[in-house]
């Protein structure tokens, strides 16, 4: 039966300070590399092992994987990168502080960004400091300027069924180190989990959680990994 399992960054420097990321790219906090480190050595703790590996491009996805990895001594797995499992991006809201953004424009409009399925936070502005047009790592990469967590299911999906799906019908034992928005995308198709609800769907960092699946990739059981 084909093992998944999903985990989401450790803490990174701007989920410490409240702060809106997307595709911004921010290191882990030493609380994050903490998590990461406990989270491979929970998988190795109980026995779970890997064939294949995925992330994004991200730095702070990159090391919760190889840090986990590290810890497993397993380094050496072969590891996928890929930007379609980056975070969702928060457009206008990149780099603002949480509550300073509820302050200004309202508690209501800020969870409509945040929380609602397929309105996406404002465009940027123009002149943005976090513009990312000049980043080598999306040179001809058609990098969206604002993502509602639709817009990340309609790029995170293809890329599940082209690549990761694959594997995991060929029987291969796969870990995925990405980011809430991106995981939530993956829950939402793995689980079933209606557009309203997935919305709701909290995902904490570094916290591996596992998927066993039947041989068409249907969710046969979902749990934490430190709950069993």
Do not use: C
């Not at 990159?62 to 890929?82: F, H, V």
């Not at 509550?99 to 397929?118: C, M, N, P, Y």
Request: glycine residues 8%; proline residues 6%; aromatic residues 8%.
């Amino acid at each position: 039966m084909p093992t998944l399992v999903l985990i989401r960054h450790g803490q990174s420097a701007w989920n410490l300070e409240n702060r809106f990321t997307g595709w911004w790219d921010v290191d882990l906090t030493d609380q994050g590399v903490r998590e990461a480190t406990a989270a491979g050595i929970l998988m190795k703790e109980k026995g779970l092992d890997f064939d294949q590996t995925y992330t994004s491009f991200q730095t702070r996805a990159i090391k919760t994987l190889n840090l986990a990895l590290e810890a497993m001594g397993r380094l050496w797995l072969p590891t996928e990168k890929s930007w379609k499992l980056n975070e969702r991006h928060y457009g206008g809201l990149t780099g603002l502080d949480k509550a300073e953004t509820a302050a200004l424009h309202g508690d209501d409009q800020v969870k409509i960004w945040r929380r609602s399925f397929d309105i996406p936070p404002p465009l940027p502005e123009e002149g943005s400091p976090w513009d990312l047009a000049k980043d080598v790592r999306y040179k001809g990469i058609p990098i969206p300027q604002t993502e509602s967590l639709k817009d990340t299911i309609l790029r995170v999906l293809p890329y599940w069924e082209e690549r990761i799906a694959p594997d995991l019908k060929a029987g291969k034992r796969v870990l995925i180190a990405a980011h809430g928005n991106s995981l939530r995308a993956l829950e939402k198709h793995l689980s079933g989990i209606s557009d309203d609800e997935i919305t709701g769907l909290e995902i904490p960092t570094g916290q591996p959680i596992v998927y066993e699946l039947d041989d068409q990739l249907n969710a046969t059981d979902r749990y934490y990994l430190s709950e069993r």
